[in-house]
């Protein structure tokens, strides 16, 4: 139900209601006057009459101008005259002899020695006040007509101030949640309505703003998403991949790898050898975060790979060559790995002529982020020892699953700045 006519059914019948009921206490009003007048009619004539003992010409004179029914003379000798109170009397309204309701009026009449010698009488018949008073009610009902009129009309020209803003801004309102922000609502009206389109206007302006941040905040997170997600593909492509694709049996290597919002890219590749007694390894870690860095990455790698640039393009890199001929182990780069010795169950010393190695001997490289993680390579040498020294003789799954379950425990006590990279290595055939 609109609000127009809300307020039509609310406050119609009640000033209906009210007018009609001041239009009933003005009738009963205005008829208690209108007796009240003829009955003043009444005494005037009479007490007039009494006192003037008129010709029937005046009396007919005095009649026609009071408008009453009948004056006249009532002798003493006037059967049941003693009935009659011989003061100026009205009497209630009566029937008469013809059938007519009247009210008559009494005075005495005074000779000259002051002895009451007769009545004066007037007479009205009711019907002269019935019309007084109809053509009274007939006023009184055409201006509470015309009242109501002027009021249902003033309650109209109200309902349709307030409900006309107020529809608009149910409009506005449906505009907005459709999705049009940032228009203005022009309202006029009432003081209340003003405001509460200023406050949808600011509502709408404060939406307007927060929708195109969204959208901005939503565009941006797609776009890192969409290079995030880049990022981890070209991630497994340069590192899980290749270690899936090799088929060497001179070592098997595990992954252990723990991602950070901000990727860096880490390479291991293994450059098949003319000498099947060479078995070659080859990791590089990208300079920047992201995809960019590993884009960057991988083009110099394919460069270096082609010939066009040595080994330092590459920035931090490490290369291993296992001579199984010889059983040595040769290091070249920015990285020194740990080599675990299966035998004598502890890590072999640096040497640039290369370590001789054996059967079941584990290898192990890493990136920079583990060194952050553990801020002190000698903390990470301490890790790997001791669970190598439990664990290495059952091979290299449970090796590595152990150090999963090490590393695990670390990351989830500190927030990771970079990616953890640890690749295990385990010496098939040496």
């Not at 001579?323 to 040497?351: A, N, V």
């Not at 002529?353 to 000698?378: A, C, H, K, M, W």
Request: aromatic share 8%; net charge negative; with cysteine.
């Amino acid at each position: 139900m609109k609000i127009r006519t809300r307020l039509l059914l609310f406050l119609l019948p009640t000033l209906v209601c009210s007018i009609a009921l001041v239009s009933i206490l003005l009738s009963y009003n205005w008829y208690r006057e209108i007796v009240e007048g003829f009955q003043t009619r009444l005494k005037a004539a009479v007490i007039t009459t009494a006192m003037l003992q008129p010709s029937e010409e005046t009396l007919k004179i005095i009649r026609d101008r009071l408008e009453v029914t009948d004056l006249y003379h009532v002798p003493l000798n006037t059967p049941n005259i003693d009935t009659i109170p011989k003061q100026l009397h009205i009497t209630p309204i009566y029937k008469a002899k013809d059938g007519n309701k009247v009210m008559t009026g009494f005075a005495p009449i005074h000779d000259s020695n002051g002895h009451i010698s007769g009545l004066m009488a007037a007479d009205i018949n009711v019907s002269l006040i019935d019309n007084k008073f109809h053509e009274s009610l007939y006023l009184i009902l055409i201006c509470a007509g015309v009242t109501i009129l002027i009021v249902v009309a003033t309650l109209f020209v109200i309902a349709n101030k307030i409900s006309i803003p107020v529809a608009r801004l149910n409009n506005s309102a449906l505009a907005i949640a459709a999705g049009q922000y940032g228009e203005s609502i022009p309202v006029r009206g009432p003081k209340e309505i003003v405001e509460l389109a200023n406050t949808l206007n600011t509502m709408s302006e404060c939406l307007h703003e927060n929708i195109n941040r969204l959208k901005d905040n939503s565009f941006l997170r797609e776009r890192m998403y969409g290079e995030y997600e880049s990022a981890m593909l070209l991630q497994h492509m340069m590192l899980q991949k290749n270690i899936d694709d090799c088929r060497s049996d001179a070592v098997a290597v595990k992954s252990i790898t723990f991602f950070s919002e901000s990727p860096r890219g880490l390479l291991l590749d293994f450059p098949k050898q003319k000498d099947s007694h060479r078995f070659l390894i080859h990791m590089a870690e990208a300079e920047e975060d992201g995809f960019e860095g590993m884009y960057q990455l991988l083009t110099k790698y394919k460069l270096f790979q082609e010939g066009a640039y040595e080994s330092t393009i590459l920035g931090q890199n490490t290369t291993l060559l296992l001579d199984r001929s010889t059983s040595t182990l040769k290091i070249q780069g920015s990285h020194e790995p740990f080599i675990w010795s299966l035998s004598q169950k502890q890590f072999y010393s640096p040497s640039e002529n290369g370590i001789v190695i054996e059967s079941g001997d584990y290898l192990f490289l890493f990136n920079r982020g583990l060194i952050t993680l553990y801020q002190d390579p000698l903390r990470l040498k301490e890790l790997l020892s001791k669970v190598l020294k439990v664990f290495a003789a059952e091979g290299l799954e449970t090796t590595a699953a152990m150090l999963h379950k090490e590393l695990s425990f670390a990351t989830r006590r500190k927030e990771l700045e970079e990616d953890i990279h640890l690749l295990s290595f385990q010496i098939l055939n040496a």
